[in-house]
Each structure stands twice: as C-alpha cells, then as structure tokens.
C-alpha cells in the first residue's frame, strides 16, 4: 500500500511541475516576429535562426539553430526578461535535438537586479550527440537581490572549424518555480513520539479520517489511533471537509506556540462516511504530548472549576486535573461540581496547557446518578448488639441523608441514624450503624438508605441475622450516643441524651470485647449531655459503649488513626 501511495504522489508532483507557469518568454517558439526571429529572443553573430515545422519535439514550431562563424569558439542566445522571486529554487530546462559532432549546446542562466544590472551566471549541462531529442536541465536559486533573469543557450565550437553544417533543433524552454521535494509519511511519523516533529519546515504528504471539524481547521487521525496518531490541520477559514471524511493532505509541517500541524493544505477527499478512529480513553494525567491531535475520551470526571477564562474550565477526578476549552459548538455550561460520565474531543495545546476540544453536546454527558453501595460489613456480640456498616458512593454529588431501618421478629421498622463515617471521599464513605443489642432467639432484619443532593436515592438489599445472646436493654434504652469528633490531643468528645436521672458509665472496648478504658462513671440528670474525656489509644478499632443504671443501652464504633 505504502508503495502504491508513493507513486500516487509522485505523480501528483509531476502534474504540479508540468502545469506551473513556464516564465520564459516563447519558450516554445511558437511565436515568430518573422521566418528568422523568434519572437523574445536576440542572438549574437555567428548563429542563424530558422521557424521549423517538420523536426519538433512538441507544438507546432521549433528553431532551427545553425553555427555559422568561423572565428569565435562559442556564441549566445538569450530570452527577454522574465521576473524571479530572490531565494527561491528554479527548474530551468530545454529539449534539443543534437546529431552533430561539429558543436554542442549548454545551459546558461543570467540573474539582474531590480533595475536589470547584471549580477551572476549558473552554467549548467551541455548536450550529448544523439539521433533522439534530450532534455538539458538545471535547477538553481535566485541570488539573494536578484528580480530578473535570462534563460541562455550558449553554442560551442567542438571541432574548431565552424564551416556552417553544425545544426540544432531547440524546443520546450522552461523556468519554473521549483515544486518542494514531498515525503509521503504517516502522521505517527510526522508527530515524530518527541516534542517537534521531524519534519517541521518541510512540506509532507499524509493521510488520514477527520475526526472534529472546526472554525479554522480540522483534526484528523489515521488508524488504529491512539498515542501520536492524530494531528492538527490549520486550514485559516472554515474547513471543506466533514467528520469521517477520508483525506490525502499534502501540506507544510510547523510547530505553532508548541502544536505540531499541518497548515497551507492541499486537500484530496478520498471517501466519506467513514468511521472515524478513537475515542481512546485516557485519564487526565494523560493529558501530554503523547495525545496530542489524538480523539480521546475521560470518564468519571467532574468540573473543579467551571471558568479558568478565555472559555476554558477544568475536570477532575481525584487525583488530576485537565482542561476543557471551547473551540467546538456545544452549548453546556459547566457548573461546580457537575459530575460527567464523560468528556470527550481531540486534544490540542495553546498556551503552555494541553485541553480537551469537544465537538458539540454529544461529546460532554452530564448524567444523573443515585448513590450506590458499594459494601457492607455486619457485626454483633453480646456487649454491643449488631454493628453495620455500608459503603455509599455517589459520584455526581453527595450524600445528604441517610438511615438503617431494622425490625425485630417481623415487627414494626425503626430508623438508626449513622454513628461514625470512615474512609470519607467525594461523595461518600463506609457509614456505621448501631442496632440497639436484642435477646437472644430473635430475628433482626434490616436495610439501608442513602439519599444524595439531587433527591436520587438507593435503597439497599434486606439482610436478615439471628443476634448472639445479649442482656435485655433496660428503661434507659432510649439513651443515644454519637461520636462528634475524632480523638483531639488525647481527648473524646461523646454527646447522649439521657431520657431521666440515672447512673451513666462510659466506656471503650477493643475489638475483641475487652474494656480498655472507663471514661465517665456518675449519676446525670435528664436532657442532652457532651462530656470530653482523656484517653490515650493506639491506633485501631474500638466500641464506645453506654451504661444507664448497670444495663448497656447503646454502643458506637470508633476508629483510632495515628
């Protein structure tokens, strides 16, 4: 296939080079003043000129050039003026017929400059004798101050006895602009896997399916795509072409302010309605060179600042940031916090940042989702009653409302309220509950409920359990106890609310049932109570459990981090 392509191009250059425009004056001898003069050429003594129709090499006339001078070993003909750009490279060549021994001809170029002063002189092939018709040629550059120049024929004398039978047949005199050497490259080699391209300052050909249109230019991506198979193509106005549009694009490659792209395009739309490479999918630490031109796509990512300015704003998910930036036609707006099941655009760089480019809404998905469990845990012994624990998630928002609801032996359901909430992250965390300790025989069952702030909910599977054998609460088992805080320098907050006067003992077990440490043991009044207590733990897990008048009335999970 590569091979294929190659000739494609090479034919592509050869059609440019033959259709430029020929800069020479009757380049063609075409024209003639009379039957002897060309029209846009002089000629010095010694050589004749004739309009020949029977020996061309294309067209309907060439010139007939006969040596004539006996005593001189050379002698000129040159073209009018034509006008040249200094720098550039110029193709100059002519087709001769040469048959004879008795002389040659040469190629000869004479630059001017802007007021036509002569300046220098390339001097390039001779003919060759030879029965068929041969092309001469030479390609040079215009010197830096030059605007003008002469194509030239410079006749030589081989034998050195001009005797008038040296004959020349002259035809096709071309100067042309010099058509850039094209490589034909795939855009992985273009993009080069480092910062600047490989060919940056030269002119390549590529191919490749669109994959996002926009108002100055295009992306586009060859296959299998992912890392370093897309680019950016800079067309200045609006683009010709459409998503999955199949192209030949022969164009110059240039970083701009660090952007790898093609610009100056000539584009061959090769089929449409293709299916265009990608979405790959990344994270937002992907966001390098790598990617960069690539269709890519992020999940799971909210907007952590909805206006960074000048149209962009920024995703995260964690753990890394991104931006997004507003080249495409979508009409979202982003707004803090918003949770996206995806982003997706070609990534592009400006500015010191790589960003996002999405096309229209479709590529940006703002989904709302009800919060998820993600575990559970359960627990009982004859102390504390039966500890659970359910792991919320809500990826788009949070949690704001939550409860256990458990019944005994079929009867009526009760709500617990979450005691203590472990491993907290955005949207959720593992939440603990305490279900008041039950007597031995009993069949508990119970479910959970979280609620998030769009008013989605998740109601969870019922868990049924048979509790160990635990002592009757008591009057007091009304009592409540709630963590409000974390150990601060050696010391625990605990709030209750204790129904009526009575004998209260607070106190921390280990995990494996064992007192570790009273912390508060005397009578209270009725009404809300928070005592701060000293303690001095390792780190690890306990249960803070709550006596009223010698029975345990309620208990919580508490978690020791050092």
């Known amino acids: 296939m590569r091979k294929m392509l190659t000739v494609l191009v090479a034919g592509l250059v050869a059609f440019a080079t033959a259709n430029a425009q020929n800069l020479v004056p009757n380049g063609n001898f075409e024209s003639w003043d009379d039957p002897n003069t060309p029209t846009g050429w002089t000629y010095e003594s010694g050589v004749t000129f004739d309009q020949e129709s029977g020996t061309v090499y294309q067209g309907t006339y060439s010139a007939k050039v006969t040596l004539t001078t006996q005593n001189q070993s050379n002698t000129d003909t040159e073209s009018d003026f034509f006008a040249v750009t200094a720098g550039q490279d110029y193709e100059f060549s002519f087709w001769v017929l040469d048959n004879d021994p008795a002389g040659n001809a040469r190629l000869v170029v004479r630059w001017y400059d802007a007021s036509q002063n002569y300046l220098s002189a390339n001097y390039g092939a001779y003919s060759s004798d030879d029965p068929n018709w041969q092309k001469v040629s030479g390609t040079y550059t215009a010197p830096s101050n030059a605007a003008y120049a002469k194509f030239c024929f410079r006749f030589y004398d081989v034998s050195g006895n001009w005797d008038g039978d040296a004959v020349f047949y002259i035809d096709s005199v071309v100067a042309v602009a010099a058509t850039p050497s094209i490589d034909t490259v795939s855009i992985y080699e273009i993009q080069g896997q480092t910062t600047s391209s490989p060919y940056e300052g ?24 992912g890392a370093w198979h897309g680019i950016y193509v800079y067309t200045a106005g609006a683009p010709t072409v459409n998503v999955g549009d199949s192209l030949e694009v ?105 960003k996002l480019e999405p096309r229209d809404d479709a590529d940006i998905s703002v989904t709302n989702y009800a919060p998820d469990t993600a575990g559970h845990s359960e627990g009982s012994d004859p102390t504390h009653g039966v500890i659970v624990s359910f792991t919320w998630n809500d990826p788009d928002g949070n949690i704001v409302d939550d409860s256990l609801y458990y019944r005994v032996d079929a009867g009526i359901w009760q709500a617990v309220y979450h005691d203590s909430i472990t491993n907290t992250t955005r949207g959720g965390g593992t939440y603990w509950y305490t279900i008041p300790p039950q007597t031995s025989g009993t069949t508990l069952e119970y479910y959970g409920i979280a609620i998030d702030d769009q008013g989605s909910r998740n109601v969870t599977d019922t868990y049924t359990t048979t509790p160990v054998a635990v002592a009757e609460a008591g009057a007091g088992s009304a009592l409540r106890v709630a963590l409000r805080s974390a150990v601060v320098r050696n010391h625990l907050e605990v709030a209750f609310s204790l129904p009526r006067t009575g004998e209260v003992s607070v106190a921390l077990y280990n995990a494996a049932g064992q007192r570790v440490q009273t912390l508060w043991h005397g009578t209270l009044p009725a009404g809300e109570h928070v005592q701060r207590m000293p303690v001095n733990l390792n780190a690890g897990v306990y249960f803070l459990a709550a006596k009223v008048d010698g029975r345990t009335v309620a208990t919580h999970r508490l978690v020791i981090v050092r």
């Open 202 to 225: 030269g002119k390549v050909c590529t191919y490749g399916i669109v994959t996002g249109v926009y108002g100055s230019g295009f992306f586009m991506e060859e296959r299998p795509g």
């Open 250 to 354: 022969v164009a110059d490659v240039q970083e701009y302010n660090g952007l790898t792209e093609l610009s100056n395009p000539s584009i061959n739309v090769l089929a449409t309605g293709l299916t265009p490479p990608g979405p790959t999918t990344i994270t937002l630490a992907n966001f390098v060179e790598d990617y960069e031109g690539v269709f890519v796509k992020v999940e799971n990512v909210w907007v952590a600042d909805e206006n960074l300015g000048y149209g962009e704003w920024l995703l995260s998910d964690g753990n890394n940031t991104g931006r997004v930036d507003d080249m495409g036609s979508y009409t979202y707006v982003p707004t803090l916090d918003d949770y996206l099941a995806f982003v997706q655009g070609p990534l592009t760089y400006t500015y010191g940042n790589y």
